[in-house]
């Protein structure tokens, strides 16, 4: 049972536009989320995060916007470059956990 | 300061081996964790050493093991090799707190690249 789901496996968007990237978790207990970006043949990145208590994060061009009620987070670039172009991770963690709990990645692809 | 580093970084075994991989984490963190990422299933939580002891684990059989050393480096082994154990294999390194304040210190290294033929 996947409790951390990316339902768009890809995202193709223009340079200079907004990348609106989704994610939807199932745990209630879930009270940490974080976004990750990764290229091939490399770790994951932190970009983002934004705690339970909050529905709103910003931090330069990257937004992450949190609906508890709905259960979804969604990761906003803007503006989109061409160098945004990777695999973004959605996480999730526990309240007591130490353990990420990962979608399974939507591929941006940012054309110039 | 150094990130987390894995090695190696490439590694080929035949069905039926069985392989260890490293991870040594940024100076002064004392947790590791371990994560699996394959095409289909994305990252998967393997599991988490903080101060040798294993703190958490994830839902993957027995094969797969680790251990940490009183340097909290880390080494996780994976017995019987099977085809499906082909992956990346990724650590992360922490300062081992639990708790949200913690999440954003999550460094992840480069990854192990294991084919099992």
């Known amino acids: 049972d996947q409790q951390v789901k990316q339902n768009s496996p890809s995202l193709s968007v223009q340079e200079g536009r907004i990348s609106i990237l989704n994610c939807d978790y199932t745990?209630?207990?879930?009270?940490?989320f974080l976004w990750y970006k990764k290229y091939p043949a490399e770790g994951p990145t932190f970009l983002i995060s934004?705690?339970?208590?909050?529905d709103k994060n910003e931090d330069g061009r990257f937004t992450v916007f949190l609906n508890k009620s709905a259960k979804h987070l969604s990761l906003h670039i803007v503006p989109s470059q061409p160098g945004d172009s990777a695999v973004y991770f959605c996480?999730?963690?526990?309240?007591?956990?130490?353990?990420?709990?990962f979608g399974k990645g939507t591929t941006l692809s940012v054309s110039s | 300061k150094a990130g987390v580093t894995q090695t190696p970084r490439y590694l080929i075994k035949t069905r039926g081996q069985q392989v260890t991989l490293s991870c040594s984490p940024i100076?002064?963190?004392?947790?590791v964790s371990w994560y699996q990422q394959t095409p289909g299933q994305g990252l998967q939580f393997l599991f988490e050493?903080?101060?040798?002891?294993?703190?958490n684990k994830g839902n993957f059989p027995g094969r797969f093991s680790g251990r940490q050393f009183s340097n909290s480096r880390s080494e996780m082994n994976v017995s019987t090799l099977e085809l499906g154990d082909s992956a990346l294999y990724l650590c992360?390194?922490?300062?081992?707190?639990?708790?949200?304040?913690?999440?954003?210190?999550?460094?992840f290294g480069s990854g192990t690249r294991l084919t099992v033929v």
């Open positions: 992360a390194s922490s300062l081992g707190g639990i708790g949200t304040g913690t999440a954003y210190g999550y460094t």
């Open positions: 745990n209630s207990m879930f009270d940490y």
């Open positions: 934004i705690s339970s208590i909050k």
């Open positions: 996480a999730a963690l526990h309240q007591a956990g130490t353990a990420l709990i």
């Open positions: 100076s002064g963190h004392r947790s």
């Open positions: 050493y903080f101060s040798e002891t294993q703190r």
